[in-house]
């Protein structure tokens, strides 16, 4: 279990820096991957790397609507680039990957904005918006 769960760490590492060059160029992850322009830091991008960016382009638009409803007094066109990054990420990872706790994603996401966020108080804002989210999506499963 240590070994897939730090496997994903890795993965959510290089999803991250996929979704960042996306967005610095204006391109999608997805074609960024596609041409192999990726940096390979540690090899090849791992599988669970290319499910997470797969899925946060076919699911975008529920993604960022999740987010735009639970970031308080944030525009989402207005939050640094990495954190953006790291909130799709992990909204996308809450909502559409069923065998990761809620718990599991949102500390991934602290700990990564921890490491590459765009401000000091990063860590907290990923933790204050994504558990919003684990929040109105257990909402949303405790009512069906």
Not at 27 to 37: C, P
């Amino acid at each position: 279990m240590s070994a897939k769960r730090h496997e994903r760490t890795l993965a959510r590492r290089a999803a991250l820096q996929v979704l960042y060059q996306g967005e610095i160029l204006d391109e999608s992850a997805a074609a960024i991957v596609a041409d192999d322009r990726y940096l390979a830091d540690d090899g090849p991008l791992p599988a669970y790397a290319c499910d997470l960016l797969r899925a946060i382009e076919e699911h975008k638009s529920d993604i960022d609507s999740h987010l735009k409803a639970t970031s308080e007094n944030w525009a989402l066109e207005r939050m640094p680039v990495v954190d953006r990054s790291i909130l799709r990420l992990a909204t996308c990872e809450m909502m559409y990957v069923d065998d990761v706790p809620l718990s599991v994603s949102i500390n991934e996401a602290v700990e990564l904005a921890k490491d590459f966020g765009g401000e000091d108080d990063s860590p907290r804002f990923v933790n204050g918006v994504l558990g919003r989210i684990a929040t109105s999506l257990e909402e949303e499963c405790d009512g069906k």
